[in-house]
């Protein structure tokens, strides 16, 4: 099983609408990471949280510590938002990043 | 502030070909490295990490080695390349506050 878990997999929108990608994880990870990845491949940092809720332009990522649950939403999507957003957990015990298999998303204008 | 260097950002090679993917880092000391390789269609996986200079710990088996000759350098290396060694490899750093970086990646093709 892995320790960090996406969903959806697949996320497919138009132009516009308000998008949630989420992400579930074990105890032992301490920190989330919410990344995208381009087509070419670079990866980008977009936020890290341990509680809370951080924004970013249209990009809001929230926490619940409790149910070990995050959730990054954009609002008012646009087709440059075509990304693969990726999550990650930081295992403070074995300071290591675990990934999940991140979501495909695609905004068609 | 913090940046990392990785290249080359595409590379194709032949099989039983010897690999040298190179990472370094400005802007911090001391940095925890890490190589991930994401293979077509999967997430990303750990496959090396080191903690300091000659410091190296492996995750999985694999016709893959690290090396960390200074403390700012961070290389992934092979031998003999297989097929299976085709994917995209990154190179991150993970400071104490558990803020992240990454390279821009390196896409191998074996063929």
């Known amino acids: 099983k892995n320790e960090v878990e996406q969903s959806p997999q697949n996320l497919t929108a138009q132009e516009g609408e308000f998008i949630t990608i989420n992400c579930s994880y074990s105890?032992?990870?301490?920190?989330l990471h919410w990344l995208q990845q381009h087509p070419g491949g670079g990866i980008v940092s977009l936020f890290m949280?341990?509680?809370g809720k951080k924004k970013h332009g249209r990009l809001i990522a929230t926490i619940n510590i409790q149910e070990k649950h995050s959730s990054l939403h954009i609002t008012a999507s646009h087709p440059r938002d075509s990304a693969v957003y990726i999550c990650?957990?930081?295992?403070?015990?074995?300071?290591?990043?675990?990934f999940g298999k991140g979501t495909k998303l695609t905004v068609n204008p | 502030s913090q940046t990392i260097h990785q290249w080359p950002a595409t590379l194709v090679q032949p099989v039983g070909s010897p690999l040298s993917l190179e990472c370094t880092v400005e802007?911090?000391?001391?940095?925890?490295l890490y190589w991930y390789r994401q293979a077509a269609g999967r997430g990303l996986q750990l496959l090396f990490y080191s903690v300091g200079i000659g410091q190296i710990s492996s995750e999985v088996p694999q016709n893959l080695s690290a090396s960390r000759p200074q403390d700012r350098q961070f290389i992934l290396s092979s031998k003999k390349l297989l097929l299976s060694d085709s994917g995209f490899y990154l190179c991150a750093l993970l400071m104490l506050n558990t803020e992240a970086f990454f390279g821009q990646g390196t896409r191998l093709t074996v063929v």
């Open positions: 802007g911090t000391s001391n940095p925890n």
């Open positions: 990650a957990g930081y295992q403070g015990g074995s300071e290591k990043l675990v």
């Open positions: 105890v032992g990870i301490s920190a």
């Open positions: 949280l341990s509680s």
